[in-house]
C-alpha cells in the first residue's frame, strides 16, 4: 500500500536556530551533582561552607570551588551574620533561581 504523501510537510531550510547559550550555561552549570545539591540545601536557608562540607562528604575548599560558580552565575550570594562574623553564609538568590529555571522551561516545555 503506498504512503499518503499529502500529509509530508515541506522541507523547510530557512529555520532559524534559537539563541540557547543561557539555558545551556544554566544546564552545564546543575550537570554537577555537588552544585545542584548545595542548591537543594540551600533552599532551607543560609549556610556556611564547612556545613555544605558535611552534608555532601566533600572538603570544605571543593565546595568553595562549586560556590564560587554558582556566586559567579549570580544563584548564590554570600554574607556574614552579625552573630557570627568568622564564618561566611551563603544563600540562594531566589529571583536568580526563578530565572535560570524559566531559561530551561523556554527549551523544555511542551507546546501548548
Do not use: F, W
Not at 25 to 33: I, N
Not at 48 to 68: I, K, M, P, Q, Y
Amino acid at each position: 500500500m503506498p504512503a499518503d504523501t499529502s500529509i509530508i510537510p515541506e522541507v523547510r531550510l530557512n529555520l532559524v536556530a534559537p539563541d540557547i547559550e543561557a539555558p545551556v550555561a544554566v544546564a552545564t552549570l546543575l550537570a554537577d551533582r555537588n552544585r545542584t545539591t548545595i542548591l537543594a540545601i540551600l533552599r532551607d536557608g543560609p549556610h556556611c561552607v564547612c556545613e555544605l562540607a558535611a552534608a555532601l562528604g566533600e572538603r570544605s575548599n571543593n565546595v568553595s570551588n562549586h560556590l564560587a560558580r554558582l556566586r559567579e552565575a549570580g544563584l548564590v550570594r554570600a554574607s556574614r551574620m552579625a552573630a557570627d562574623t568568622r564564618r561566611v553564609y551563603y544563600e540562594r538568590d531566589e529571583a536568580a533561581c526563578t530565572a535560570a529555571l524559566s531559561q530551561l522551561k523556554g527549551v523544555l516545555e511542551p507546546i501548548r
